[in-house]
């Protein structure tokens, strides 16, 4: 064995091969050590469940705290346990050790799209996001607070006749500035007059399908994929060719190169950071060849970039920072970061930008500037960045816990493990129907979005996206795990 | 003579003629009304001025407060003057002593639409009702004060999670239901379910015409009339045919009637209650003519009813409220009325509103629920009401003043008398040129609206709207004063 890099290396080298100079000298961390690994493997403590504290295990075990804690990090370091401030040691989630969805969208022929009149009853609910949407638990948090602080205060600062001017079309020069500095930090350095501030995300998604395609052209996108993306391209009357997407690594760029030398594209919407429904994370040579891709074919590239300020780590820099052809068009918006009740996105046009600007000004004149002004505020002082960093480790958080509880179920399941987003994808076993099991769990008060809703063509029925965009309290977590017995089998 | 009617009636009629039973009694403040009849003919008190004070009448005629008063009277009773609360007296508006415009557009076949540039270059300048834009004067009235104050009490009622749901894309309860009160009281009792709340009025006409049109559609509007549903017709490919509006008595029906009886249209997009350029107000008897040919044509009616509550009077009844076939879209948003920074508009969309409202979730998702919920508080107490009241009062004195400043350039012209609405429609001798004026009034600062950006055929090349959204101070009104120099001749 050989000793390198920093301390905790040093710990993790050793902990793999088990041996190393302490070993004979103090043994006794090592005990512990074991003694915790098999409570693990035994599932005595389950995934995202909390180990006994520090404290208990000194007096369980009459170790000294020095001990105990050395016991821990090495835990830590080998990604087995997780420390988190204040609370205590967690037993982490294990990506490797969970199983994966494997299902895969087949290559069909592009076709009009017809969306299920079931999104319509869940998004008329508000519950795209929540399995319990009348429950709107938990205390607004301060972050929050602060926000709608700024708010009112850009309210207040109103002076003179400013309430009867519209706002530029492009947005607030102050907004676009902050966004501009939020997008140099992920490596894409935008100029603000290249950015056009929007009422979300669907409406930047719209704005840029508007610009780039005509009625009847082909649009690849994601499969399974966004059904916002599909309910646009159908009242756009654009037809949709789905393109295999996995669930962990994003698009399939040679099932897409097969779908554009097959068939002629015009637009291919993808979401390199963190796709809905499973969280894919696409890897930067996908990325790489998927821009080449649209440079041979003349594809316009619709990037939707609004889950990456969701990631657990740090943000992938954006498929638009790799851009040299102008031909990538970037949709984003502050309602999965902050909050949906801004009604806030934007959207960088590329080669289309005056065309898009043109269409926000023709379809809503202009934005709210006294509300562009108190986010961007809230942006200029810090706020919005610390507010992403105390939401990551929530978000991690509810992520393990929700990956824990599904892991207990009894039905046995894939499920993603996203590194960003705000929920995972289910694959239950093939006899399972999750669209026949939205009324039979509706009629409890839970509402559950089904695998079909992801795609066009009836896919996906043993499949199901679950959110943990909200804190699993007790009536959340009850429903969540009320589900088996609500699902319908065939 | 016969005597009539109440004691004011009785007195015009005497006025009229110059004989009366107190002729012999006391005639010194006949003296007096004669006096000032004389100032008011020859311009010594112009259109919009004030009269000498009560006080200084008594003094400099030594004459008893009383024998003023009642002569002041008489002449407000005859509509010559009109009293204002705590200000005095002021030369009123005669309507039918202004010279009106009577140019009017020909009928010419459909066409697809293209909107001059420069429209994009005032909206970008936020100068469509503003000739300087850049001023941004006077205070922020105590009710938008009120206004800002609804919100933010709103945005600090937020509670729980509710930041992390969308709302319901009809948009918020209170709100819908507060408008519904609104519609009643003209004489339109929306239920609130037949309410879809909107980014504006120009998202409300867009969804409008992306549910009842597709590509290629014909629709008849007014000429002229509102440049941005030319802009909207020119980005959803539909075609235009104008029909001649007077901006009086707005859209003529019977070139309508011919205009349905050539060409196969879908659609008509009307304002009744003061259509821009001009403030036109459409009498009752044209409206049940417009929907009688609407039901034997099988046309679907967007009426702009945008200005409804900018009435200096009482606020028309919507053609909405005659709509017993189901065909009627009516649009409408606090952009005028309120304030331009809220982005908050409606729209009740007759037998396509469940399309509207698809359209309207699938483009933007939802509104932000906390601004509704301020501006419904807002007009629950009544607030929206007194503001309306207070406005009316600013409006009618904007209005005069601007007509008396026209009536005063040695230009010549004719000019709209409006009874609503935010503008009048000028109307130069031929010579003139305001297209090719604009560039020169820009090198002045002064941003004007020339009368070819109300058409798509080039036509009032002569005319230009001007706005009194805004207050005559001194700046605004030297920049006003300023035009006739600034206006090119052919």
């Not at 399974?224 to 399939?252: A, H």
């Not at 068009?329 to 902050?338: A, G, N, P, V, Y």
């Not at 959110?467 to 009320?482: E, V």
Request: charged share 25%; aromatic share 6%; glycine share 8%.
């Amino acid at each position: 064995m050989i000793e390198i890099g920093s301390g905790i290396k040093k710990i993790i080298i050793m902990g793999t091969d088990g041996r190393g100079p302490e070993m004979g000298a103090d043994y006794r961390y090592r005990q512990l050590e074991s003694w915790l690994l098999q409570g693990i493997e035994e599932q005595r403590w389950r995934l995202g469940e909390r180990l006994p504290s520090i404290r208990t295990l000194c007096q369980e075990h009459s170790l000294s705290k020095a001990t105990v804690q050395h016991a821990l990090q090495r835990l830590e370091a080998q990604g087995l346990v997780e420390a988190r401030p204040k609370s205590g040691y967690f037993v982490a989630l294990q990506p490797n050790a969970v199983k994966k969805p494997v299902s895969r969208s087949r290559i069909e022929a592009p076709r009009p799209v017809s969306v299920n009149e079931l999104l319509l009853d869940i998004m008329g609910r508000s519950a795209a996001f929540d399995l319990l949407p009348d429950l709107h638990a938990g205390d607004l948090p301060p972050s929050i607070v602060a926000l709608n602080r700024s708010i009112g205060r850009a309210l207040r600062r109103q002076k003179g006749d400013d309430y009867q001017y519209y706002d530029a079309p492009a947005g607030d020069i102050g907004l676009r500035e902050q966004l501009s500095l939020h997008s140099a930090r992920r490596g894409w350095a935008v100029p603000p007059d290249q950015l056009c501030v929007t009422s979300g995300c669907q409406h930047a998604l719209f704005l840029a399908l508007m610009a780039c395609c005509e009625r009847g052209d082909v649009v690849a996108v994601e499969s399974p994929g966004f059904y916002g993306v599909l309910q646009l391209l159908e009242q756009l009357e654009l037809r949709v060719v789905e393109v295999p997407t996995s669930v962990e690594t994003g698009m399939d760029i040679e099932a897409l190169e097969e779908v554009l030398e097959r068939w002629k594209v015009k637009a291919c919407i993808v979401s390199p950071a963190f796709a809905t429904p499973g969280g894919a994370l696409m890897p930067s040579e996908s990325k790489s060849r998927l821009l080449a891709l649209a440079e041979r074919h003349d594809l316009a590239v619709i990037e939707d970039d609004i889950y990456a300020d969701t990631a657990l780590g740090s943000a992938p820099d954006p498929l638009k920072a790799m851009d040299r052809d102008d031909r990538v068009i970037l949709c984003s918006s502050f309602s999965k970061s902050l909050s949906r009740d801004l009604r806030l996105g934007w959207v960088s046009g590329a080669r289309w930008h005056d065309r898009i600007l043109r269409l926000k000004l023709v379809t809503q004149l202009a934005s709210s500037r006294y509300l562009q002004q108190g986010v961007a505020d809230y942006m200029a002082d810090g706020s919005f960045a610390s507010h992403l960093r105390r939401q990551r480790n929530e978000l991690r958080e509810r992520r393990d816990r929700l990956i824990a509880s599904l892991q207990a179920w009894s039905t046995g399941l894939r499920v993603s493990v996203p590194l960003g987003g705000l929920a995972v994808w289910v694959e239950l076993p093939t006899s399972f129907d999750t669209l026949a099991s939205y009324p039979k769990a509706l009629e409890e008060g839970v509402v559950i979005t089904p695998g079909p809703l992801f795609s066009v063509s009836g896919q996906f029925r043993n499949c199901l996206r679950i959110s943990y965009a909200h804190p699993w309290d007790a009536r959340r977590t009850a429903a969540l795990n009320r589900l088996p017995e609500l699902f319908v089998q065939l």
